[in-house]
């Protein structure tokens, strides 16, 4: 049996000693003296939850950097797609390494990707040990034939890790799928128990066209359509009124926030108030490389957090409220009872050496994890049970 036993590690202010077994926490205080098939002595380390990276397009490390400053529709129509038509599936499968080594390198156990030739990225993540969400891409542009290859593909593919990666279905978005589309994604997603993800309300353009095209907004449209569900992580959500937060919680969607990339391209701040107050459940994505520029979830929980704060509250979103965005939301909007340190939750977590400068001194570990930590703060990354 494969079982992991951290031994004198702080957890809740106190040493003791955390055995997982077969990838799920089966003790948090195991008498001294206890043994597994791995062991770690964690003295001076504490243990935090591991990171769920809600959206992101993993492959897109190869264009980090390469178009910065300019208008999302800008960015992606001149620059981005033009430069990915080019992309080999060897570059894809090498991009996706890129990624998952970052993740992994910043605390993040688990992805939800969006992209193509998924089947390369699939061949990472099965190396890297990580989870992922994995986005079966959708967009107008693609063929009846390519469609019927990737229905087939979903059919038949088996998961090649024994539970670790999943599939979605991944509408890009309401621009580039059109209703009719969109309405066959849904039912398909829903005929295989899949998840659906969107990218929905990220620019003031895409309301504005939205509105003069179908005569209602990003969230309502698709809500017309029937594609709203607790199957749905919409990423970015910015351009999203009160009342439509409402529906959104109404009908258990999961917004992403990505405030790293929603402030480079410029898309606007994501209404923090509107959106907790309505209580939808809020995960946390870095977006890609090429609009961040790094996939660093720590990273996000600080800017999420101090952007809730710039408008005059600074008792919106604590530390400790953006680590369960950025874990227990995210790890169960995307299928995985984990992202908490708990008896029978799956064993993902970090391990943060107290002895790095940057968590000295350590009146509140949540709070130096969020607002002062960086990845160089991080002795190891567990996912599944496993150091990997």
């Known amino acids: 049996m494969d079982s992991l036993l951290l031994k004198n590690v702080l957890f809740e202010g106190r040493e003791t000693n955390i055995l997982s077994e077969e990838g799920h926490f089966k ?23 591991a990171l769920y990276n809600a959206h992101t397009h993993a492959a897109m490390s190869l264009v980090r950097g390469y178009a910065d400053d300019m208008p999302l529709q800008e960015w992606l129509t001149e620059h981005i797609w033009p ?7 060897e570059d894809i499968r090498r991009g996706s390494e890129l990624a998952l080594k970052e993740m992994k390198g910043t605390g993040s156990v688990m992805f939800n990707d969006m992209y193509f030739e998924i089947e390369q990225t699939i061949a990472e993540v099965e190396k890297s040990g990580m989870r992922a969400l994995i986005g079966i891409t959708v967009m107008d542009n693609h063929s009846l034939s390519q469609t019927r290859q990737k229905q087939q593909f979903i059919r038949e593919w088996k998961d090649p890790t024994g539970g670790r990666i999943k ?20 039912e398909f997603a829903r005929e295989n128990d ?39 992580i919409a990423a970015h959500c ?24 929603n402030m ?18 809020i995960a946390l994505g870095t977006d890609s490389s090429s609009s961040n520029n790094n996939l660093d979830l720590r990273e996000e929980m600080k800017f ?30 995307l299928g995985v009872d984990g992202g908490e340190i708990a008896e029978g939750k799956v064993a993902d977590c970090i391990l943060l050496d107290l ?23 991080i002795k190891a990354v567990i996912c599944n049970g496993k150091i990997i």
């Not at 969107?198 to 359509?225: F, N, W």
Request: charged share 25%; with cysteine.
């Open 27 to 49: 003790c948090l205080d195991v008498a001294d003296g206890a043994t597994a098939s791995t062991e770690m002595d964690c003295d001076g380390l504490a243990i935090v939850p």
């Open 83 to 89: 430069f990915e038509s080019n992309l080999t599936r």
């Open 167 to 186: 599939l979605a279905i991944a509408p890009h978005a309401i621009y580039t799928v059109s209703a009719e589309r969109l309405r066959r994604c849904t």
């Open 194 to 232: 899949m998840k659906i993800h969107i990218h929905l309300a990220e620019t003031k353009k895409e309301v504005q066209d939205c509105l003069a095209e179908h005569g209602m907004t990003p969230v309502r449209y698709l809500d017309s359509l029937g594609v709203l569900g607790p199957d749905v």
């Open 238 to 261: 910015v351009h999203v009124e009160k009342e439509e937060w409402d529906i959104l919680a109404r009908r258990g969607v999961t917004a992403v926030n990505c405030p790293c990339s």
């Open 264 to 281: 480079k391209l410029g898309s606007g701040r994501f209404p923090y108030e509107d959106a907790i107050s309505s209580g939808v459940r």
């Open 304 to 333: 999420a957090a101090l952007l809730a704060k710039v408008n005059g509250d600074p008792t919106l979103l604590p530390a400790k409220e953006v680590m369960k965005w950025a874990g227990a939301d995210s790890a169960s909007a």
């Open 355 to 377: 002895g790095n400068i940057k968590m000295t001194p350590c009146h509140n570990l949540e709070s130096n994890w969020v607002y002062a930590a960086d990845s160089s703060c």
